[in-house]
């Protein structure tokens, strides 16, 4: 699984967030490709990242639903 993170998040540091689903198998990375899983977009998420999640039919997570993909993965 392949994640990105944009924007501020209000429960995490993004490098908190990249370490936390790095320690679990999967890779956070900086750039939206056609490989991204998921975009996780905070407060004041960027618009390149969100337009390019857009263009490569990747889901975007708020906050909310981040929480949610890291319960049903046991985290």
């Not at 995490?12 to 999967?26: K, P």
Request: aromatic share 6%; charged share 20%; glycine share 10%.
């Amino acid at each position: 699984m392949t994640i990105v993170f944009t924007g501020s998040l209000s429960g995490y540091t993004r490098s908190e967030a990249q370490d936390l689903v790095e320690a679990h198998g999967a890779s956070a990375t900086s750039s939206v490709s056609g490989n991204t899983d998921y975009l996780v977009a905070g407060e004041s998420p960027g618009q390149r990242k969100t337009d390019a999640a857009a263009d490569n039919d990747v889901e975007v997570l708020d906050e909310s639903g981040f929480a949610d993909l890291l319960q049903r993965h046991g985290i």
